[in-house]
């Protein structure tokens, strides 16, 4: 228990007594809906799109609506009130943005065929007109659009990202294919990662993709 935070273990107190209003993210992001559980790692919010989980190193903090509050009453204001810096805004992600991704699983031209399917991990948030609109650690999903055994190192396999999981909802991206990144190893860096002796790609390996179109987004920001 010492592991959670302090005001997550406020929040697994006072849950059965109120509603959740608005759960800030560190991103900057805020969420309105109410608390349906949490543990030490995670905690779970009802949205109305649906429910979401979300890490609580993701999480900054929680502000509850009492349940009670009787419409013009002090806590009707006080909710109200909390909603009033928060606005869904849409933000446009241009064409040419970085993304850069670590892979999940070991990616071998050998092993691999065109068409198969590879998830990864951004390692960096993606960021947008002052905000970070997409947050490290998302999942993110590609294809492999060529995967040869054998010819020149550079063709042996191509790799291209498709979409984004964004609070549980899939958004299609367009990119160009990979490029590999090196990096000395080191105490963050997944073993093998930094290979780039070969087409194969290991996993934890840092790879870079250029968005092709831009991608337009609704997020909700602080005003």
């Known amino acids: 228990m010492s592991r959670i935070h302090g005001w997550l273990l406020m929040l697994v107190l006072v849950a059965a007594a109120a509603s959740a209003d608005v759960l800030e993210l560190r ?5 309105e809906g109410r608390l349906t559980g949490a543990n030490e790692d995670a905690i779970r919010f009802e949205t109305a799109n649906g429910v979401v989980t979300i890490r609580k190193s993701e999480a900054a903090a929680l502000r509850f609506g009492p349940t009670d509050a009787k419409p013009g009453g ?3 204001s006080e909710k109200r009130a909390g909603r009033a810096d928060v606005a869904a805004q849409k933000i ?11 892979v999940r699983d070991t990616l071998d ?20 007109e002052g905000h970070a609109v997409v947050p490290a650690q998302t999942v993110v999903y590609g294809t492999i659009t060529q995967a040869s055994p054998t010819g020149p190192l550079l063709q042996q396999l191509r790799l291209e990202l498709e979409e984004l999981q964004i609070q549980g909802r899939p958004v299609a991206i367009v990119t160009g294919p990979h ?6 190893p080191g105490d963050d860096v997944p ?6 002796s070969t087409a194969r790609v290991p996993a934890g390996a840092l790879l870079e993709f250029r968005l092709l179109q831009p991608l337009e987004l609704e997020v909700r920001v602080a005003r």
């Open 179 to 184: 490029s590999r990144l090196a990096e000395p």
């Open 92 to 102: 446009s992600i241009p064409a040419g943005t970085r993304l850069r991704v670590r």
């Open 27 to 31: 991103d900057g992001r805020q969420l």
């Open 191 to 196: 073993a093998n990662a930094a290979e780039t």
């Open 74 to 76: 002090p806590g009707a």
């Open 109 to 128: 031209p050998r092993q691999s065929a065109k068409g198969d399917r590879f998830s990864a991990l951004l390692a960096t948030p993606i960021a947008a």
